[in-house]
T-cell receptor, first 115, second 112 residues
Framework: GNSVTQMEGPVTLSEEAFLTINCTYT??????LFWYVQYPGEGLQLLLK?????DKGSNKGFEATYRKETTSFHLEKGSVQVSDSAVYFC??????????????FGKGTHLIIQP | GAGVSQSPSNKVTEKGKDVELRCDPI?????LYWYRQSLGQGLEFLIY????????KSGLPSDRFSAERTGGSVSTLTIQRTQQEDSAVYLC??????????FGPGTRLTVT
């Protein structure tokens, strides 16, 4: 079956530091890949997505590239802000938006940015 | 416009009682999903509705869990004879024809 592995953290960085959160996956076929973010007290929000190999998803200064050869979808940001503090979830689906099987999530990475 | 709403936001119940959790999807969204978020298991997919039908119920944790959707809109997740291991945040999401999923704020269930 499908699975997603990501570093669990917490990851603590200083403001303006470079961020990488690793995500690797196991799936049959050609999944679509997502990063979701959960800010304190809020629901899950889609941050970015990529639907095929070598696609780069980007949003709010975050980006991730779909690497089929390494089955990875690492999240990066060049300069983090305190407001980026949240829990980040890597997820995959066998269909572009989720489809009948729903999303398979990693366990989430708690990111803490200190001023 | 209005997003996905869930009620109640918090529910405390005694072990053995039944609970009903409600999800109001975004108007016009054809697909509806239920997930469970718990410390030990992370985010688990439970069930998916396309319209009023659920093609695959195998993600439900046990036969104490059931879900229905009526009128292609509101859905309820029912847990019978609740157990302490059912304590979690239950999330609902909806999408248009299987595209991007929009999540609700969740219902935090505590079984004492």
């Amino acid at each position: 079956g499908n699975s997603v592995t990501q570093m669990e953290g917490p990851v603590t960085l200083s403001e303006e530091a470079f961020l990488t959160i690793n995500c690797t996956y196991t799936a049959t076929g050609y999944p679509s890949l997502f990063w979701y973010v959960q800010y304190p007290g809020e629901g899950l929000q889609l941050l970015l997505k990529a639907t095929k190999a070598d696609d780069k998803g980007s949003n709010k200064g975050f980006e991730a590239t779909y690497r089929k050869e390494t089955t990875s979808f690492h999240l990066e940001k060049g300069s983090v802000q305190v407001s980026d503090s949240a829990v980040y979830f890597c997820a995959l689906s066998d269909r572009p938006g989720g489809g009948a099987d729903g999303l398979t999530f990693g366990k989430g990475t708690h990111l803490i940015i200190q001023p | 416009g209005a997003g996905v709403s869930q009620s109640p936001s918090n529910k405390v119940t005694e072990k053995g009682k039944d609970v009903e959790l409600r999800c109001d999807p975004i108007s016009g969204h054809t697909a509806l999903y239920w997930y469970r978020q718990s410390l030990g298991q992370g985010l688990e997919f439970l069930i998916y509705f396309q319209g009023n039908s659920a093609p695959d119920k195998s993600g439900l944790p046990s036969d104490r869990f059931s879900a229905e959707r009526t009128g292609g809109s509101v859905s309820t997740l029912t847990i019978q004879r609740t157990q302490q291991e059912d304590s979690a945040v239950y999330l609902c999401a909806s999408s248009l024809y299987g595209n991007e999923q929009y999540f609700g704020p969740g219902t935090r269930l505590t079984v004492t």
